[in-house]
Protein backbone atom coordinates (compact mmCIF):
# COMPACT_ATOMS: atom_id res chain seq x y z
CA UNK A 1 0.00 0.00 0.00
CA UNK A 2 1.09 3.90 -1.23
CA UNK A 3 0.27 6.85 0.80
CA UNK A 4 -1.73 7.73 -2.11
CA UNK A 5 -4.71 5.92 -1.05
CA UNK A 6 -4.63 7.63 2.52
CA UNK A 7 -6.40 10.89 0.78
CA UNK A 8 -3.37 13.10 1.99
CA UNK A 9 -2.68 16.17 -0.73
CA UNK A 10 -0.07 16.38 -4.14
CA UNK A 11 2.27 18.55 -2.14
CA UNK A 12 2.35 16.15 0.85
CA UNK A 13 2.71 13.16 -0.97
CA UNK A 14 5.33 15.02 -3.18
CA UNK A 15 7.79 15.75 0.05
CA UNK A 16 7.28 11.96 1.62
CA UNK A 17 8.70 10.78 -2.27
CA UNK A 18 11.27 12.85 -1.79
CA UNK A 19 12.58 11.67 1.62
CA UNK A 20 12.16 7.87 0.23
CA UNK A 21 9.04 7.36 1.97
CA UNK A 22 6.57 4.86 -0.40
CA UNK A 23 4.97 2.65 1.87
CA UNK A 24 2.76 3.95 5.21
CA UNK A 25 3.50 2.12 8.93
CA UNK A 26 0.64 0.11 10.16
CA UNK A 27 -0.53 3.56 12.94
CA UNK A 28 -0.17 5.52 9.47
CA UNK A 29 -2.56 3.66 7.99
CA UNK A 30 -4.91 3.68 11.02
CA UNK A 31 -4.60 7.22 12.33
CA UNK A 32 -4.36 9.18 9.21
CA UNK A 33 -8.09 8.94 7.21
CA UNK A 34 -9.43 8.93 11.21
CA UNK A 35 -7.45 12.36 11.33
CA UNK A 36 -8.63 13.96 8.00
CA UNK A 37 -12.02 13.12 9.02
CA UNK A 38 -11.74 15.17 11.80
CA UNK A 39 -12.26 12.68 14.49
CA UNK A 40 -10.74 12.86 17.86
CA UNK A 41 -7.87 10.20 18.40
CA UNK A 42 -6.16 7.89 20.82
CA UNK A 43 -2.91 6.37 19.65
CA UNK A 44 -1.22 3.75 21.36
CA UNK A 45 2.49 3.35 19.46
CA UNK A 46 5.69 2.16 20.23
CA UNK A 47 8.78 4.38 19.47
CA UNK A 48 9.75 3.56 15.97
CA UNK A 49 6.65 3.23 14.36
CA UNK A 50 6.08 6.34 12.35
CA UNK A 51 3.60 7.98 14.91
CA UNK A 52 4.87 11.40 14.82
CA UNK A 53 4.31 11.38 10.77
CA UNK A 54 0.73 9.90 11.71
CA UNK A 55 -0.51 13.03 12.71
CA UNK A 56 1.84 15.72 11.49
CA UNK A 57 0.84 14.80 7.43
CA UNK A 58 -3.22 14.88 8.29
CA UNK A 59 -2.62 18.14 10.09
CA UNK A 60 -0.74 19.85 7.34
CA UNK A 61 -3.06 18.81 4.81
CA UNK A 62 -6.26 19.89 6.91
CA UNK A 63 -4.32 23.21 7.44
CA UNK A 64 -2.73 23.74 3.48
CA UNK A 65 -5.43 26.55 2.65
CA UNK A 66 -4.88 29.93 2.33
CA UNK A 67 -5.90 31.58 5.37
CA UNK A 68 -4.73 35.58 6.85
CA UNK A 69 -2.81 34.98 9.72
CA UNK A 70 -3.40 36.78 12.77
CA UNK A 71 -0.67 38.09 15.18
CA UNK A 72 -0.27 35.72 18.28
CA UNK A 73 -2.30 33.32 17.07
CA UNK A 74 -2.14 29.90 15.84
CA UNK A 75 -4.28 26.96 14.58
CA UNK A 76 -2.54 23.40 16.16
CA UNK A 77 -0.94 22.87 19.04
CA UNK A 78 1.18 20.08 19.52
CA UNK A 79 2.61 19.29 22.85
CA UNK A 80 5.63 17.04 23.72
CA UNK A 81 7.81 16.85 27.05
CA UNK A 82 11.50 17.44 25.87
CA UNK A 83 12.70 20.66 24.55
CA UNK A 84 15.00 17.88 21.80
CA UNK A 85 11.32 16.23 21.26
CA UNK A 86 9.56 19.57 20.15
CA UNK A 87 12.76 20.44 17.52
CA UNK A 88 12.47 17.49 16.09
CA UNK A 89 8.97 17.31 15.49
CA UNK A 90 9.15 21.03 13.99
CA UNK A 91 12.23 19.57 12.07
CA UNK A 92 9.94 17.30 10.40
CA UNK A 93 6.58 19.40 10.14
CA UNK A 94 8.70 21.96 8.16
CA UNK A 95 10.26 18.62 5.97
CA UNK A 96 6.59 17.04 5.25
CA UNK A 97 5.04 20.55 4.53
CA UNK A 98 8.27 21.90 2.24
CA UNK A 99 5.51 22.63 -0.78
CA UNK A 100 2.80 23.90 0.95
CA UNK A 101 2.35 27.81 2.49
CA UNK A 102 2.05 26.29 6.28
CA UNK A 103 4.84 27.62 8.96
CA UNK A 104 5.47 26.42 12.09
CA UNK A 105 8.23 26.91 15.37
CA UNK A 106 9.56 25.25 18.15
CA UNK A 107 8.54 26.68 21.48
CA UNK A 108 11.12 25.75 24.15
CA UNK A 109 12.57 26.87 27.17
CA UNK A 110 16.74 27.24 27.58
CA UNK A 111 16.67 30.01 24.73
CA UNK A 112 15.79 33.72 24.82
CA UNK A 113 11.75 34.48 24.62
CA UNK A 114 12.01 37.54 22.43
CA UNK A 115 12.53 35.87 18.89
CA UNK A 116 9.78 33.21 19.72
CA UNK A 117 7.81 36.23 20.38
CA UNK A 118 8.67 37.86 17.31
CA UNK A 119 7.53 34.55 15.70
CA UNK A 120 4.04 34.75 17.03
CA UNK A 121 3.74 38.71 16.34
CA UNK A 122 4.42 37.78 12.70
CA UNK A 123 1.91 34.68 13.04
CA UNK A 124 2.21 31.11 12.83
CA UNK A 125 -0.51 28.44 11.34
CA UNK A 126 1.46 24.89 13.96
CA UNK A 127 3.26 25.52 17.30
CA UNK A 128 5.32 22.42 18.63
CA UNK A 129 5.78 23.58 22.67
CA UNK A 130 6.73 21.93 26.02
CA UNK A 131 4.29 22.89 28.47
CA UNK A 132 6.60 24.98 30.73
CA UNK A 133 7.48 27.91 27.97
CA UNK A 134 3.76 27.56 26.35
CA UNK A 135 2.51 28.56 29.72
CA UNK A 136 4.87 31.44 30.24
CA UNK A 137 4.16 32.90 26.74
CA UNK A 138 0.40 32.34 27.27
CA UNK A 139 1.10 34.58 30.79
CA UNK A 140 2.56 37.26 29.18
CA UNK A 141 -0.34 37.15 26.37
CA UNK A 142 2.50 36.58 23.78
CA UNK A 143 0.14 34.18 22.29
CA UNK A 144 -3.69 33.31 22.36
CA UNK A 145 -5.25 30.43 21.81
CA UNK A 146 -9.08 31.33 20.47
CA UNK A 147 -7.77 30.14 16.91
CA UNK A 148 -6.59 26.83 18.08
CA UNK A 149 -8.27 23.82 15.93
CA UNK A 150 -6.38 20.42 16.72
CA UNK A 151 -4.44 20.04 19.77
CA UNK A 152 -1.64 17.44 19.63
CA UNK A 153 -0.86 15.73 23.33
CA UNK A 154 2.17 13.78 21.67
CA UNK A 155 4.58 10.94 24.20
CA UNK A 156 1.66 11.59 26.66
CA UNK A 157 3.02 9.01 29.27
CA UNK A 158 6.33 10.65 29.13
CA UNK A 159 4.55 14.14 30.12
CA UNK A 160 3.01 12.29 33.06
CA UNK A 161 6.28 10.58 34.26
CA UNK A 162 7.66 13.76 34.34
CA UNK A 163 5.70 15.89 36.16
CA UNK A 164 3.48 18.01 33.83
CA UNK A 165 -0.01 17.03 34.73
CA UNK A 166 -0.78 20.55 36.46
CA UNK A 167 0.43 22.30 33.65
CA UNK A 168 -1.10 20.17 31.01
CA UNK A 169 -4.73 20.94 32.85
CA UNK A 170 -4.20 24.49 33.04
CA UNK A 171 -3.13 24.65 29.28
CA UNK A 172 -6.11 22.57 28.46
CA UNK A 173 -7.97 24.87 30.41
CA UNK A 174 -7.43 27.65 28.02
CA UNK A 175 -8.05 25.81 24.91
CA UNK A 176 -11.48 25.98 22.61
CA UNK A 177 -13.73 23.60 23.83
CA UNK A 178 -14.76 22.66 19.64
CA UNK A 179 -11.19 21.53 18.56
CA UNK A 180 -9.95 18.27 17.17
CA UNK A 181 -7.99 16.77 19.82
CA UNK A 182 -5.41 13.87 19.17
CA UNK A 183 -2.66 11.35 21.99
CA UNK A 184 -0.13 9.71 21.68
CA UNK A 185 1.21 7.73 23.63
CA UNK A 186 3.60 4.72 23.94
CA UNK A 187 1.91 2.85 26.86
CA UNK A 188 -1.73 3.43 28.05
CA UNK A 189 -1.50 3.44 31.73
CA UNK A 190 -4.33 4.15 34.28
CA UNK A 191 -2.72 7.67 34.08
CA UNK A 192 -2.73 7.79 30.55
CA UNK A 193 -6.63 7.17 30.34
CA UNK A 194 -7.73 9.30 33.06
CA UNK A 195 -5.59 12.30 30.41
CA UNK A 196 -7.42 11.12 27.24
CA UNK A 197 -11.01 10.81 29.40
CA UNK A 198 -10.97 15.10 29.71
CA UNK A 199 -9.21 15.54 26.33
CA UNK A 200 -10.66 13.55 24.20
CA UNK A 201 -14.58 13.10 22.94
CA UNK A 202 -15.52 10.00 21.06
CA UNK A 203 -12.20 8.82 20.16
CA UNK A 204 -10.85 6.63 17.09
CA UNK A 205 -8.72 4.54 19.20
CA UNK A 206 -5.80 2.57 17.67
CA UNK A 207 -2.98 0.40 19.42
CA UNK A 208 0.15 -0.88 17.45
CA UNK A 209 2.22 -1.21 20.52
CA UNK A 210 2.11 -4.62 20.18
CA UNK A 211 3.53 -4.58 16.84
CA UNK A 212 6.18 -7.64 16.72
CA UNK A 213 7.74 -7.32 13.30
CA UNK A 214 9.81 -4.39 14.73
CA UNK A 215 10.73 -6.03 18.03
CA UNK A 216 12.92 -9.25 17.16
CA UNK A 217 14.91 -6.82 15.15
CA UNK A 218 16.53 -5.16 18.24
CA UNK A 219 19.04 -7.85 19.81
CA UNK A 220 18.68 -7.58 23.47
CA UNK A 221 21.40 -8.59 25.61
CA UNK A 222 23.38 -7.75 29.55
CA UNK A 223 26.77 -8.57 30.95
CA UNK A 224 26.80 -8.50 34.47
CA UNK A 225 29.78 -6.75 35.68
CA UNK A 226 30.87 -5.51 39.06
CA UNK A 227 29.85 -2.20 39.85
CA UNK A 228 33.32 -0.49 40.39
CA UNK A 229 34.45 -2.14 36.95
CA UNK A 230 31.36 -0.34 34.54
CA UNK A 231 33.81 2.38 32.86
CA UNK A 232 36.48 -0.07 31.96
CA UNK A 233 33.61 -2.50 30.73
CA UNK A 234 32.05 0.01 28.51
CA UNK A 235 35.91 1.07 26.99
CA UNK A 236 36.66 -2.71 26.23
CA UNK A 237 33.66 -2.75 24.43
CA UNK A 238 33.53 0.05 22.42
CA UNK A 239 37.70 -0.69 21.23
CA UNK A 240 37.60 -4.36 20.99
CA UNK A 241 34.05 -4.82 19.37
CA UNK A 242 35.29 -1.43 17.03
CA UNK A 243 31.79 0.26 18.19
CA UNK A 244 31.28 2.78 15.89
CA UNK A 245 28.63 4.64 17.00
CA UNK A 246 26.39 4.00 21.01
CA UNK A 247 23.63 5.50 22.65
CA UNK A 248 24.57 5.46 26.53
CA UNK A 249 22.13 5.91 29.32
CA UNK A 250 23.18 7.35 32.74
CA UNK A 251 21.07 7.35 36.26
CA UNK A 252 22.86 11.26 36.86
CA UNK A 253 24.43 14.40 35.10
CA UNK A 254 26.99 13.92 37.34
CA UNK A 255 27.63 10.44 36.61
CA UNK A 256 26.75 11.50 32.79
CA UNK A 257 30.04 13.96 32.91
CA UNK A 258 32.59 11.26 35.10
CA UNK A 259 31.88 8.72 32.49
CA UNK A 260 32.96 11.10 29.79
CA UNK A 261 36.48 11.94 31.77
CA UNK A 262 36.95 8.38 32.40
CA UNK A 263 36.33 7.02 28.89
CA UNK A 264 38.62 10.14 27.22
CA UNK A 265 41.28 9.15 29.49
CA UNK A 266 41.36 5.64 27.40
CA UNK A 267 41.23 7.54 24.13
CA UNK A 268 37.91 7.25 24.04
CA UNK A 269 35.74 10.46 22.39
CA UNK A 270 32.44 10.98 24.03
CA UNK A 271 29.99 13.70 25.08
CA UNK A 272 27.55 14.23 27.20
CA UNK A 273 23.85 15.39 27.20
CA UNK A 274 21.52 16.23 29.66
CA UNK A 275 18.96 18.70 31.15
CA UNK A 276 22.25 20.57 32.84
CA UNK A 277 23.34 21.74 29.69
CA UNK A 278 22.18 24.97 27.63
CA UNK A 279 19.21 24.50 24.93
CA UNK A 280 22.48 25.50 21.91
CA UNK A 281 24.79 23.15 23.80
CA UNK A 282 22.43 20.40 23.55
CA UNK A 283 21.27 20.90 20.18
CA UNK A 284 24.99 21.08 18.77
CA UNK A 285 25.94 17.81 20.66
CA UNK A 286 22.74 16.06 19.12
CA UNK A 287 23.24 17.52 15.80
CA UNK A 288 27.11 16.44 16.08
CA UNK A 289 25.91 13.02 17.25
CA UNK A 290 23.46 12.26 14.16
CA UNK A 291 26.08 13.13 11.29
CA UNK A 292 28.90 11.20 12.93
CA UNK A 293 30.91 13.69 14.40
CA UNK A 294 30.21 12.18 17.52
CA UNK A 295 30.01 8.87 17.87
CA UNK A 296 29.88 8.02 21.89
CA UNK A 297 26.83 10.02 23.42
CA UNK A 298 26.17 9.74 26.75
CA UNK A 299 22.67 11.01 28.01
CA UNK A 300 20.09 11.22 31.05
CA UNK A 301 16.85 9.95 30.60
CA UNK A 302 15.45 13.52 29.97
CA UNK A 303 16.70 13.37 26.40
CA UNK A 304 15.25 9.97 25.56
CA UNK A 305 12.69 10.97 23.36
CA UNK A 306 14.16 13.76 21.63
CA UNK A 307 17.12 11.51 19.95
CA UNK A 308 15.53 10.14 16.29
CA UNK A 309 18.18 8.75 14.21
CA UNK A 310 17.69 6.31 11.47
CA UNK A 311 19.95 3.38 11.65
CA UNK A 312 21.17 3.66 15.34
CA UNK A 313 23.04 1.17 15.51
CA UNK A 314 23.06 0.15 19.64
CA UNK A 315 21.75 2.04 22.85
CA UNK A 316 23.89 0.92 26.26
CA UNK A 317 21.74 1.01 29.68
CA UNK A 318 25.10 1.57 31.47
CA UNK A 319 22.51 2.09 34.20
CA UNK A 320 19.06 0.05 34.47
CA UNK A 321 16.37 2.78 34.84
CA UNK A 322 14.04 2.44 37.85
CA UNK A 323 10.82 2.34 35.32
CA UNK A 324 10.57 -0.25 33.29
CA UNK A 325 8.39 1.85 30.40
CA UNK A 326 11.70 4.05 30.44
CA UNK A 327 13.69 0.76 29.34
CA UNK A 328 11.70 0.23 26.60
CA UNK A 329 11.63 3.77 25.49
CA UNK A 330 15.47 3.65 25.31
CA UNK A 331 15.97 0.39 23.42
CA UNK A 332 13.35 2.17 20.85
CA UNK A 333 16.09 4.49 19.73
CA UNK A 334 17.48 1.40 17.91
CA UNK A 335 15.68 -0.84 15.38
CA UNK A 336 13.31 1.94 13.99
CA UNK A 337 11.43 1.75 11.46
CA UNK A 338 12.36 -1.67 10.32
CA UNK A 339 16.21 -1.26 11.19
CA UNK A 340 17.94 -3.98 13.17
CA UNK A 341 20.38 -2.55 16.28
CA UNK A 342 21.08 -3.90 19.41
CA UNK A 343 20.20 -3.02 23.12
CA UNK A 344 23.44 -3.67 25.55
CA UNK A 345 22.92 -3.21 29.68
CA UNK A 346 25.65 -3.55 32.05
CA UNK A 347 24.10 -5.26 34.70
CA UNK A 348 25.54 -5.03 38.37
CA UNK A 349 24.26 -7.45 41.59
CA UNK A 350 22.47 -3.59 42.69
CA UNK A 351 20.77 -3.62 39.54
CA UNK A 352 19.02 -6.80 39.73
CA UNK A 353 15.27 -6.07 40.83
CA UNK A 354 15.30 -3.84 38.09
CA UNK A 355 16.19 -6.56 35.23
CA UNK A 356 13.74 -8.81 36.97
CA UNK A 357 10.86 -6.23 36.26
CA UNK A 358 12.53 -5.65 32.92
CA UNK A 359 12.27 -9.29 31.92
CA UNK A 360 8.50 -9.64 33.26
CA UNK A 361 7.68 -6.98 31.19
CA UNK A 362 9.14 -8.55 28.21
CA UNK A 363 7.92 -11.98 29.28
CA UNK A 364 11.44 -13.23 28.40
CA UNK A 365 14.80 -13.46 29.85
CA UNK A 366 17.34 -11.74 28.35
CA UNK A 367 21.05 -13.08 26.54
CA UNK A 368 23.75 -12.90 29.74
CA UNK A 369 27.34 -12.29 27.77
CA UNK A 370 30.10 -13.37 29.83
CA UNK A 371 33.47 -11.19 29.17
CA UNK A 372 36.84 -12.97 30.05
CA UNK A 373 38.21 -9.91 30.82
CA UNK A 374 35.91 -8.90 33.44
CA UNK A 375 35.14 -11.37 36.03
CA UNK A 376 32.35 -10.98 38.58
CA UNK A 377 32.55 -11.11 42.41
CA UNK A 378 29.13 -10.09 42.84
CA UNK A 379 27.43 -12.22 40.24
CA UNK A 380 23.58 -11.97 39.45
CA UNK A 381 21.49 -14.73 40.83
CA UNK A 382 19.46 -16.29 38.29
CA UNK A 383 16.63 -15.18 35.98
CA UNK A 384 13.17 -15.78 38.38
CA UNK A 385 11.34 -15.23 35.78
CA UNK A 386 10.70 -18.91 34.95
CA UNK A 387 10.22 -19.54 39.08
CA UNK A 388 7.67 -16.55 38.68
CA UNK A 389 5.67 -18.40 36.08
CA UNK A 390 5.88 -21.73 37.81
CA UNK A 391 4.20 -20.38 40.78
CA UNK A 392 1.85 -18.69 39.19
CA UNK A 393 0.67 -21.62 37.31
CA UNK A 394 0.77 -23.55 40.51
CA UNK A 395 -1.56 -20.50 42.16
CA UNK A 396 -4.28 -21.63 39.54
CA UNK A 397 -4.49 -24.53 40.45
CA UNK A 398 -5.71 -24.62 43.74
CA UNK A 399 -9.18 -24.58 44.17
CA UNK A 400 -11.62 -24.89 47.35
CA UNK A 401 -12.87 -27.72 48.74
CA UNK A 402 -16.55 -28.12 48.36
CA UNK A 403 -17.13 -24.97 45.57
CA UNK A 404 -17.34 -25.72 42.06
CA UNK A 405 -16.27 -22.86 40.11
CA UNK A 406 -18.57 -20.50 38.45
CA UNK A 407 -18.60 -20.99 34.61
CA UNK A 408 -16.87 -17.47 33.62
CA UNK A 409 -18.21 -15.45 30.14
CA UNK A 410 -15.61 -15.65 27.61
CA UNK A 411 -16.48 -12.19 26.42
CA UNK A 412 -15.95 -10.15 29.78
CA UNK A 413 -14.15 -13.25 32.11
CA UNK A 414 -16.55 -12.48 34.55
CA UNK A 415 -18.62 -15.17 36.29
CA UNK A 416 -21.91 -15.69 34.06
CA UNK A 417 -25.26 -14.16 35.50
CA UNK A 418 -22.98 -11.55 36.98
CA UNK A 419 -22.15 -7.72 34.70
CA UNK A 420 -18.63 -7.33 33.96
CA UNK A 421 -16.68 -5.65 36.14
CA UNK A 422 -15.46 -1.88 35.72
CA UNK A 423 -12.05 -0.23 36.05
CA UNK A 424 -11.69 2.75 38.43
CA UNK A 425 -9.64 5.16 36.49
CA UNK A 426 -8.97 7.37 39.79
CA UNK A 427 -6.82 10.16 39.43
CA UNK A 428 -4.82 10.81 37.09
CA UNK A 429 -2.21 12.28 39.86
CA UNK A 430 0.00 9.87 40.93
Known amino acids: MTFRP????????????????????????????????????????????????????????MLSGKRERRPKRFRALILVPTRELAMQVEDNVRQYGKH?????????????????????????????????????????????????????????????????????????????????????????????????????????????????????????????????????????????????QALIFIRTQHGAAKLVSQLEKRGIKAEAIHGGKSQASRSKILADFKSGEINILIATGVAARGIDIDELERVVNYDLPDDVDEYIHRIGRTGRAGSSGEAVSLVSKDDFKRLCAVERRLGKIIERVTIDEFPVVKDLPASNLNFSAKRGAAKKTVKKAGRPEKPTSPATGSPSGSPPRKTPWGSIKK
Open 100 to 244: LAVTSMAMVGGVDLEPQKQQLIEGVDIVVATPGRLLDLARQRALHFDELEVLVLDEADRMLDMGFIDDLEKIIARLPTRRQSLLFSATMSRQVRSLADIVVEFPFEVSVAGNKKTAPKISQWLIAVDKHNKSALLSHLVTERNWT
Open 6 to 61: LGLSAPILQALEEKGYSTPTEIQRKAIPAILEGRDVIATAQTGTGKTAAFVLPILD
